[in-house]
């Protein structure tokens, strides 16, 4: 069934790169028309020239079509895939300088001050997007990537009406870490003495390689909200038998420094926290006190923003070396999908298939966090959509932490909607990791004014 895919931000390197190949790749949405928009003229004019060229190489029958101007492409849109983000190295290091100078150790994204600041840009980025998307195609499925991923999917469903659904692969850093821990029980090959890197993850793609081997062999189900999920059982594939005890029994003598925040909540909550230390410590405020040093003490790993810059621009000469048919373009079908593709097919051919993990507005799902807010659980996707399957009650301390970086998303998005500074320093005088109202304000005076260029809804 031929379908009209739209994808927001295709002129990246990564973004654009591993979800064309994906899009193209998938038999049931041969012949469709896909839709490729971005700002900038050149990163779209080389991605579409790629686009057109698998397309007639692997004899797809897509229909391909490009702009930067988004109204000529956004009408009639059955889905649209969205992943976008403003000078995203230059500001996250701009606000993990701001965090260091009032003594937080933080990592920019999607918790903490950073995860205020990161929504504040992206957000106004995405409101005339939303707009257009309410007017010219009010029954689209949204499928968005952008972080903070429950944030702007709160934005698009609670200010639009956006039928929205939030992506992420984070779930197969989960299983990466069940491969490594179990790695004998599961036949998987494992470097010794593993632990996460993010140079050896360039290089290398451990989390992917030991994950997608772990994937075939268990089924993890796990709920929470995005990058903030637990492990709530671990099945044997094949067998159903439970492997969480095994898994439980095996973290108490497994190499000490694999993922130890992880490790440290799990001992404290009895759930074993799925996503990773780098992404952990964006929600809870036991690592960010520089004094403590407690960031060296569980050797958090920031993300390389320099070496990011680095694979990014080695990815633009791959994609010209494809265009200039000086590299295969083959090299697409092996790259990672962040599966939006599945989804899409998944619907188009009413598979009723199970996805580990969506991002959407909890209808009862998880039964003690607020309904309506973004959450993130197992899904089944079928001709009438995406699905949410109901998981229980998180445990109730854990439910609680939950809790509280949802009301403080929440509200993050009411004051970077509305512009309101006395809202925004409400919500970082909420967060956490700040323990002082000076600090509150300093914070956001100083990122208000430092990257005004970014935040014009707070300068009306």
């Given at each position: 069934?031929?379908?009209?895919?739209?994808?927001?931000?295709?002129?990246?390197?990564?973004?654009?790169?591993?979800?064309?190949?994906?899009?193209?790749?998938?038999?049931?949405?041969?012949?469709?028309?896909?839709?490729?928009?971005?700002?900038?003229?050149?990163?779209?004019?080389?991605?579409?020239?790629?686009?057109?060229?698998?397309?007639?190489?692997?004899?797809?029958?897509?229909?391909?079509?490009?702009?930067?101007?988004?109204?000529?492409?956004?009408?009639?849109?059955?889905?649209?895939?969205?992943?976008?983000?403003?000078?995203?190295e230059k500001t996250w290091a701009m606000d993990r300088e701001l965090g260091l100078k009032y003594d937080i150790n933080h990592y920019a994204e999607n918790g903490g001050p950073?995860?205020?600041?990161?929504?504040?840009?992206?957000?106004?980025?995405?409101?005339?997007?939303?707009?257009?998307?309410?007017?010219?195609?009010?029954?689209?499925?949204?499928?968005?990537?952008?972080?903070?991923?429950?944030?702007?999917?709160?934005?698009?469903?609670?200010?639009?009406?956006?039928?929205?659904?939030?992506?992420?692969?984070?779930?197969?850093?989960?299983?990466?870490?069940?491969?490594?821990?179990?790695?004998?029980?599961?036949?998987?090959?494992?470097?010794?003495?593993?632990?996460?890197?993010?140079?050896?993850?360039?290089?290398?793609?451990?989390?992917?390689?030991?994950?997608?081997?772990?994937?075939?062999?268990?089924?993890?189900?796990?709920?929470?909200?995005?990058?903030?999920?637990?492990?709530?059982?671990?099945?044997?594939?094949?067998?159903?038998?439970?492997?969480?005890?095994?898994?439980?029994?095996?973290?108490?003598?497994?190499?000490?420094?694999?993922?130890?925040?992880?490790?440290?909540?799990?001992?404290?909550?009895?759930?074993?926290?799925?996503?990773?230390?780098?992404?952990?410590?964006?929600?809870?405020?036991?690592?960010?006190?520089?004094?403590?040093?407690?960031?060296?003490?569980?050797?958090?790993?920031?993300?390389?923003?320099?070496?990011?810059?680095?694979?990014?621009?080695?990815?633009?000469?791959?994609?010209?070396?494809?265009?200039?048919?000086?590299?295969?373009?083959?090299?697409?079908?092996?790259?990672?999908?962040?599966?939006?593709?599945?989804?899409?097919?998944?619907?188009?051919?009413?598979?009723?298939?199970?996805?580990?993990?969506?991002?959407?507005?909890?209808?009862?799902?998880?039964?003690?966090?607020?309904?309506?807010?973004?959450?993130?659980?197992?899904?089944?996707?079928?001709?009438?959509?995406?699905?949410?399957?109901?998981?229980g009650e998180l445990p109730e301390s854990i439910a609680e932490l939950c809790r509280r970086d949802i009301k403080i998303a929440e509200l993050t998005v009411d004051a970077v909607?509305?512009?309101?500074r006395d809202l925004a320093q409400q919500v970082l005088s909420l967060d956490p990791m700040i323990d002082d109202l000076d600090v509150a304000k300093k914070m956001l005076d100083?990122?208000?004014?430092?990257?005004?260029?970014?935040?014009?809804?707070?300068?009306?």
């Amino acid at each position: 069934m031929k379908k009209n895919i739209v994808v927001i931000g295709a002129g990246s390197a990564s973004f654009g790169l591993s979800t064309l190949g994906a899009i193209l790749r998938t038999p049931e949405l041969k012949g469709s028309e896909l839709r490729l928009i971005d700002k900038s003229e050149e990163g779209l004019e080389t991605i579409t020239k790629l686009a057109e060229k698998a397309n007639e190489e692997w004899g797809t029958g897509f229909i391909i079509k490009s702009s930067t101007e988004r109204k000529e492409l956004l009408k009639d849109a059955d889905f649209i895939i969205t992943s976008i983000a403003v000078d995203r190295e230059k500001t996250w290091a701009m606000d993990r300088e701001l965090g260091l100078k009032y003594d937080i150790n933080h990592y920019a994204e999607n918790g903490g001050p950073g995860g205020f600041m990161h929504t504040a840009r992206n957000a106004v980025q995405f409101m005339p997007i939303f707009e257009d998307i309410k007017e010219l195609a009010p029954n689209v499925l949204l499928l968005n990537f952008t972080n903070p991923v429950p944030r702007i999917s709160r934005l698009a469903h609670h200010y639009y009406g956006i039928n929205t659904v939030g992506i992420c692969h984070q779930i197969t850093f989960g299983y990466m870490q069940v491969g490594v821990i179990l790695s004998d029980v599961l036949g998987i090959d494992v470097p010794d003495n593993y632990t996460f890197r993010w140079f050896d993850e360039f290089e290398n793609h451990h989390t992917y390689t030991i994950g997608e081997q772990a994937m075939k062999k268990v089924q993890i189900k796990a709920a929470g909200i995005n990058h903030f999920t637990w492990m709530l059982s671990l099945t044997d594939r094949q067998t159903g038998e439970d492997l969480y005890p095994l898994f439980k029994e095996r973290l108490k003598t497994h190499n000490p420094e694999f993922e130890p925040f992880s490790r440290a909540l799990f001992n404290t909550f009895h759930l074993y926290p799925i996503t990773g230390d780098n992404h952990l410590i964006e929600y809870v405020p036991y690592t960010h006190n520089v004094h403590r040093k407690t960031w060296e003490r569980y050797d958090i790993q920031m993300y390389p923003l320099v070496g990011a810059g680095t694979l990014r621009n080695d990815m633009w000469d791959d994609i010209h070396a494809m265009v200039a048919g000086e590299k295969s373009i083959d090299i697409l079908k092996g790259l990672h999908s962040e599966h939006a593709e599945e989804i899409i097919a998944g619907i188009v051919a009413d598979k009723n298939m199970k996805d580990d993990a969506v991002n959407i507005p909890n209808k009862g799902f998880i039964a003690n966090l607020p309904d309506d807010s973004i959450v993130e659980v197992p899904g089944i996707i079928d001709a009438s959509g995406v699905h949410g399957e109901k998981v229980g009650e998180l445990p109730e301390s854990i439910a609680e932490l939950c809790r509280r970086d949802i009301k403080i998303a929440e509200l993050t998005v009411d004051a970077v909607y509305h512009g309101d500074r006395d809202l925004a320093q409400q919500v970082l005088s909420l967060d956490p990791m700040i323990d002082d109202l000076d600090v509150a304000k300093k914070m956001l005076d100083e990122f208000l004014e430092n990257q005004k260029e970014y935040l014009p809804q707070f300068y009306k």
